[in-house]
T-cell receptor, first 118, second 114 residues
Framework: AQKITQTQPGMFVQEKEAVTLDCTYDTSDPSYGLFWYKQPSSGEMIFLIYQGSYDQQNATEGRYSLNFQKARKSANLVISASQLGDSAMYFCAMREEGGGGATNKLIFGTGTLLAVQP | SQTIHQWPATLVQPVGSPLSLECTVEGTSNPNLYWYRQAAGRGLQLLFYSVGIGQISSEVPQNLSASRPQDRQFILSSKKLLLSDSGFYLC?????????????FGPGTRLLVL
């Protein structure tokens, strides 16, 4: 069965420092997608970054990068130069195949609460 | 650009009352639509998804139902709410094309059942 594991319920980071949020996944499907979302206190889920299982390079989006280690089945999110506005809940998710992938169902981890300290 | 709306933003309902949450998407056609629930301090659980008008798939057995009367409208309903239905309900959409997997979420509805 497909599963996403985020082992860090909460983390602190100093402003302007980098932080890594861990995510491991389990799937037997050779084709899958990995996502990170940010959920601030307002509740809205904000898409941050996507990595496809066949992508050769790690995905990057501004200050966000995804450290994709396929053999280890890990997809850690790295946030560089943390800002106070980065304080939020962060969710790792995996796209589930099934039916050729047309439904694009996502399986989410339990999240990591990041607190950026001034 | 595409936008997704949900209403109401917040809802307090008594146990046993009916429920209707609405989600609409603008700026796209034939989207895949999704309803998720997030219990307090937990991750998201997929409740329903739809790949087209009138096509609904249920992921979790429960007293909730979903309908898609129009291409860009997705409704979550219940005839009788339970205390356990309290939570944060998020609607999401993704392009209805293979390989376009990213889901984009609406602002959510906070439901409290008393």
């Amino acid at each position: 069965a497909q599963k996403i594991t985020q082992t860090q319920p909460g983390m602190f980071v100093q402003e302007k420092e980098a932080v890594t949020l861990d995510c491991t996944y389990d799937t037997s499907d050779p084709s899958y997608g990995l996502f990170w979302y940010k959920q601030p206190s307002s509740g809205e889920m904000i898409f941050l970054i996507y990595q496809g299982s066949y992508d050769q390079q790690n995905a990057t989006e501004g200050r966000y990068s995804l450290n994709f280690q396929k053999a280890r089945k890990s997809a850690n999110l790295v946030i560089s130069a943390s800002q106070l506005g980065d304080s939020a809940m962060y969710f790792c998710a995996m796209r589930e195949e099934g039916g050729g992938g047309a439904t694009n169902k996502l399986i989410f981890g339990t999240g990591t609460l990041l607190a950026v300290q001034p | 650009s595409q936008t997704i709306h949900q209403w109401p933003a917040t809802l307090v309902q008594p146990v046993g009352s009916p429920l209707s949450l609405e989600c609409t998407v603008e700026g796209t056609s034939n989207p895949n639509l999704y309803w998720y629930r997030q219990a307090a301090g937990r991750g998201l659980q997929l409740l329903f998804y739809s790949v087209g008008i009138g096509q609904i798939s249920s992921e979790v057995p429960q007293n909730l139902s979903a309908s898609r009367p129009q291409d860009r409208q997705f409704i979550l309903s219940s005839k009788k709410l339970l205390l356990s239905d309290s939570g944060f309900y998020l609607c999401a959409w993704s392009p209805g094309l293979a390989g376009k997997e990213t889901q984009y979420f609406g602002p959510g509805t906070r439901l409290l059942v008393l």
